[in-house]
């Protein structure tokens, strides 16, 4: 491991980390997504597996962000806020030593940091998310309010409705679908809203895509904080 230089190969490097960590593995999240991926302006784009990580850092297409607290008398990490963030390369990342605080596997030659966050060096975008057309998205779009009543409604006594019916060619779509009562929802049946005597508390519309790191809500570690706060 010592002596590996960049470039490597992808395919190289996923064959590495499958003969080198299947055996040796001392923790059960190598295949869990609790790595963040930022993009080289250090906003967050995604998550990658602990597997994934350790590829993108012997292929020399990331680097992984050392993360540095200041210590206690006892060598105790102090968690209350990073001191500095530096991104470091596969062999200087094979030279830091593995904390208490860290998660580490082990190599046949050596334990090896597990990486919370890595930097993309080569990529400033920011990838966009946009929801699919379900009955959760649409809950979340309508806040859970019966677009007719104007009540909040429970997810168990919610319903989707068509605002034009699908028997009289309306589509499974954003701009055609709400969340609804289901009293609302069975007596609308097969009508128009105006036919039925309702009237809709606004026109239904497709959510605004979002950078994607706003939907990361649940950080697998702490480091985490520091990158999806901004």
């Known amino acids: 491991m010592e002596r590996l230089l960049f470039p490597v190969s992808i395919k190289r490097a996923r064959a590495f980390v499958s ?8 923790m059960k999240n190598i295949d869990k997504a609790i790595v963040l991926t930022l ?29 540095r607290y200041e210590l206690d008398e006892n060598g105790v990490v102090q968690a209350t806020g990073p001191i ?5 390369n ?22 090896v940091r597990v990486p919370t966050v890595i930097v993309v060096a080569n990529y400033a975008g920011m990838p966009l ?17 019966c677009q007719y009543t104007g009540r909040r409604v429970a997810w168990s006594d919610g319903n989707l409705d068509h605002v034009v019916p699908r028997s ?5 779509s954003f701009e055609n679908l709400v969340w609804s009562d289901r009293g609302v ?17 606004r026109e239904p ?26």
Request: glycine share 6%; net charge positive.
């Open 39 to 67: 993009n080289r302006t250090w906003r967050a784009i995604g998550q990658r597996t602990v597997r994934q990580a350790f590829c993108d850092l012997l292929s020399g297409t990331a680097l992984a962000m050392d993360i």
């Open 129 to 145: 998310w946009r929801p699919g057309v379900t009955r959760r998205s649409i809950y979340e779009r309508d806040g859970g309010i």
């Open 84 to 88: 500095d963030c530096v991104p470091v």
């Open 168 to 172: 009289r060619g309306g589509a499974n």
């Open 185 to 201: 929802n069975t007596r609308k049946a097969d009508r128009l809203p105006e036919e039925a005597g309702l009237r809709l508390l």
């Open 19 to 26: 003969l080198s960590f299947s055996e040796k593995i001392e």
């Open 90 to 111: 596969w062999e200087e990342w094979l030279g830091l030593p593995v904390r208490s605080c860290d998660l580490a596997i082990q190599t046949p030659r050596r334990k």
């Open 205 to 230: 519309r497709a959510p605004v895509a979002q950078p994607i790191f706003r939907r990361i809500r649940n950080p697998k570690h702490a480091d985490w904080r520091w990158f999806l706060k901004y």
